[in-house]
């Protein structure tokens, strides 16, 4: 077994974000195994991908050039990923936690039967093993997660790790052939929908915010002089309410008005966003029309709960 190996995620000729990462941290990893880093790239028309992995610390890079890799495809690339697995035998598959690399990394475990190690923040190598940090129960607390026989696989969390440095190497790919034909991929891609904007949450370093408490849209002058300072742009900037509210009967034959207060922060991002209303504030007050002095607490009813889920979720 040899070899420190790094999966180059990449897109129209492109190498992505979190792949400069991972080549960073793979770099690392190959120093104290006293192993050589070999980049993984797959797709077409990636030979400035090739080059770019070289000059980015890459010690090796293996490549394959086909027509079946120009859209990423799972049932392509994780039967030639791991065949030249099986073959060759690394000790360190590194992936970056992304969605082709979540689907990729849990493709090629299954087919070699190695243990996967996903969505690490933190990666130390303790003699030969690599130690995966990872949070969990929501962040509240951290495990140390590795394999302890046979190929290691782990994925990198995005932003996690800094990105690998230009080296100005350069060097000759080995490219080899595709073991998929196009006739055996069930997953056709028809087209794709293009997204307006060029300002992306993902690759966003920093994000700035600001809520209901600047008062104001004179509250946000503040915060749009530290992003002009940062380089940053506005993504959103939007004010949204909705109030729904309806009557139900209660178990006790008795008529309650359930309302709902549902609103989104004002907010300005550098980097994407997402359309869907974020329950930002949630009131939820029963009144019985005979008499205001008893409530009902709306966490008695889980059926009345899934209803006010609902309009938030729509």
């Avoid at 392509?76 to 690394?90: C, D, M, S, W």
């Avoid at 915060?223 to 300072?229: M, T």
């Amino acid at each position: 077994m040899s070899g420190v190996w790094v999966w180059i995620e990449n897109s129209n000729g492109a190498m992505s974000t979190i792949s400069r990462e991972v080549i960073g941290a793979a770099r690392t990893v190959a120093d104290e195994l006293r192993e050589d880093v070999v980049a993984i790239v797959l797709g077409h028309d990636v030979a400035s991908v090739a080059d770019e992995a070289f000059d980015l610390g890459a010690d090796e890079v293996i490549g394959c050039d086909d027509e079946t890799l120009a859209n990423f495809r799972v049932e392509a690339y994780g039967p030639l990923l791991a065949q030249l697995v099986q073959e060759r035998e690394p000790v360190v598959l590194l992936f970056g936690e992304s969605t082709r690399g979540s689907d990729l990394s849990a493709w090629v475990a299954a087919e070699t039967d190695a243990g996967l190690v996903p969505d690490a923040i933190a990666i130390e190598v303790d003699g030969e093993t690599v130690k995966a940090t990872r949070s969990v129960f929501a962040n509240k607390l951290l495990s140390t997660t590795f394999v302890k026989d046979g190929l290691q696989i782990v994925t990198l969390r995005s932003r996690a790790f800094p990105q690998a440095e230009s080296t100005g190497n350069s060097g000759d790919a080995e490219w080899v052939d595709a073991v998929v034909a196009e006739g055996d991929i069930p997953t056709k891609i028809v087209g794709f929908e293009g997204k307006e904007g060029t300002v992306s949450l993902t690759d966003a370093s920093i994000i700035v915010s600001g809520g209901r408490g600047v008062g104001g849209p004179e509250g946000f002058e503040p915060i749009q002089a530290l992003v002009d300072v940062l380089g940053g742009r506005w993504a959103l900037r939007v004010r949204l309410l909705m109030r729904v509210g309806f009557r139900m009967s209660t178990r006790w034959g008795k008529r309650a008005r359930l309302s709902a207060r549902i609103c989104t922060l004002p907010v300005a991002l550098v980097g994407r966003f997402s359309t869907r209303p974020v329950c930002a504030h949630r009131k939820l007050l029963w009144r019985l029309t005979k008499t205001r002095k008893r409530q009902f607490s709306v966490w008695r009813s889980m059926g009345l709960w899934a209803i006010c889920l609902r309009f938030c979720l729509h």
